[in-house]
């Protein structure tokens, strides 16, 4: 698990096709590593990996076909850079909220533009993922923990203050970036209790929307 706050920016330092698989080396920067051991979860954009090689400057990991196809992670290339975050404890406190590092999709930067000293971003999310997203709640976008500001349809907007744009990559976001989304895994289980008994049965769903997670005390 983790919390959504990006402890340092890594980069790619190579990438290496393993037969459909690939195995990629991270600088990691400032992040220290040495509280870190073989088999330790670090979660690179939001997706959680186990750290194979630990070099010294960095964590060697191993990303399998599937993770490749459902995550952003296909798209980086030696150099690029990557929010890093340590897989947290318990005595870590919880500045953000709670993150599996199982990305539920990948989104869209639609628009970008300046408000006041922070930077306005609108994203759209894959279709199916619209439902767990609600005004003022909360949503983590390449591993950053953040906060919905409106709700229009599939997309949603964000306001990134300077500080998190000078702490994560997000500073490098333009119209058509693709970036990785996991939901509040609240609003995940949240689904299955409403079905009740109904969630034994295959192929119900729930209609979770904002209205309910409003009269279930979840958002103001």
Same mark, same amino acid.
């Given at each position: 698990? =983790?919390?959504?706050? $990006?402890?340092?920016?890594?980069?790619? #330092?190579?990438?290496?096709?393993?037969?459909?698989?690939?195995?990629?080396?991270?600088?990691? *920067?400032?992040?220290?590593?040495?509280?870190?051991?073989?088999?330790?979860?670090?979660?690179?954009?939001?997706?959680?990996?186990? #750290?194979?090689?630990?070099?010294?400057?960095? =964590?060697?990991?191993?990303?399998?076909?599937?993770?490749?196809?459902?995550?952003?992670?296909? !798209?980086?290339?030696? *150099? !690029? !850079?990557?929010?890093?975050?340590?897989?947290?404890?318990?005595?870590?406190?919880?500045?953000?909220?709670?993150?599996?590092?199982?990305?539920? *999709?990948?989104?869209?930067?639609?628009?970008?533009?300046?408000?006041?000293?922070?930077?306005?971003?609108? $994203?759209?999310?894959?279709?199916? %993922?619209?439902?767990?997203?609600?005004?003022?709640?909360?949503?983590? $976008?390449?591993?950053?923990? %953040?906060?919905? /500001?409106?709700?229009?349809?599939?997309? =949603?907007?964000? /306001?990134?203050?300077?500080?998190?744009?000078?702490?994560?990559?997000?500073?490098?976001?333009?119209?058509?970036?693709?970036? /990785?989304?996991?939901?509040?895994?609240?609003?995940?289980?949240?689904?299955?209790?409403?079905?009740?008994?109904?969630?034994?049965?295959?192929?119900?769903? !729930?209609? $979770?929307?904002?209205?309910? %997670?409003?009269?279930?005390? =979840?958002?103001?």
């Amino acid at each position: 698990m =983790f919390t959504g706050i $990006i402890q340092a920016v890594g980069s790619i #330092a190579t990438m290496e096709d393993h037969g459909g698989d690939m195995r990629l080396r991270i600088s990691t *920067g400032k992040l220290s590593l040495d509280d870190v051991a073989l088999g330790d979860s670090i979660a690179v954009n939001g997706v959680c990996l186990t #750290a194979v090689e630990l070099p010294g400057d960095g =964590f060697v990991a191993d990303v399998s076909r599937e993770t490749m196809t459902l995550t952003s992670l296909a !798209s980086l290339k030696p *150099g !690029s !850079s990557v929010n890093l975050e340590k897989a947290l404890t318990l005595a870590t406190r919880l500045g953000g909220h709670l993150v599996s590092g199982h990305v539920d *999709g990948l989104g869209e930067v639609v628009s970008r533009s300046d408000d006041a000293r922070s930077v306005h971003f609108v $994203i759209r999310a894959p279709d199916e %993922l619209a439902r767990y997203i609600a005004h003022k709640g909360s949503i983590t $976008i390449d591993g950053t923990s %953040l906060t919905v /500001n409106q709700v229009n349809g599939a997309e =949603f907007d964000l /306001n990134i203050v300077p500080h998190t744009i000078q702490e994560t990559n997000i500073g490098g976001y333009q119209a058509g970036t693709k970036v /990785n989304l996991e939901v509040d895994i609240i609003a995940r289980y949240l689904e299955r209790l409403v079905l009740g008994d109904d969630a034994a049965k295959p192929g119900v769903k !729930s209609d $979770i929307n904002e209205e309910l %997670l409003r009269k279930t005390g =979840f958002i103001a």
